[in-house]
């Protein structure tokens, strides 16, 4: 997959730490470093909604399912 150049406003102490991280050479760059930010955040947030989901599945159901191999 390709990527795509975005303008963000930041805040400016955040930065600063931000641009900490990449001289102490955690990330290359402050993209790479913003983009590893954004791709865990995203998988909190798909993993905090899988916890709220599973609650709601019908174990028999999802065992019948899985019997009939579905």
Same mark, same amino acid.
């Given at each position: 997959?390709?990527?795509?150049?975005?303008?963000?406003?930041?805040?400016?102490?955040?930065?600063? $730490?931000?641009?900490?991280?990449?001289?102490?050479?955690?990330?290359? #760059? $402050?993209?790479?470093?913003?983009?590893?930010?954004?791709?865990?955040?995203?998988? $909190?947030? #798909?993993?905090?909604?899988?916890?709220?989901?599973?609650?709601?599945? #019908?174990?028999?159901?999802?065992?019948?399912?899985?019997?009939?191999?579905?």
């Amino acid at each position: 997959m390709g990527t795509s150049e975005v303008a963000i406003t930041i805040d400016e102490k955040l930065l600063k $730490r931000l641009d900490r991280i990449v001289a102490n050479r955690l990330y290359p #760059d $402050r993209s790479r470093a913003i983009q590893a930010a954004v791709e865990e955040k995203l998988a $909190r947030i #798909d993993r905090s909604q899988l916890a709220r989901e599973c609650p709601k599945l #019908d174990p028999q159901l999802e065992q019948h399912w899985a019997d009939e191999g579905l």
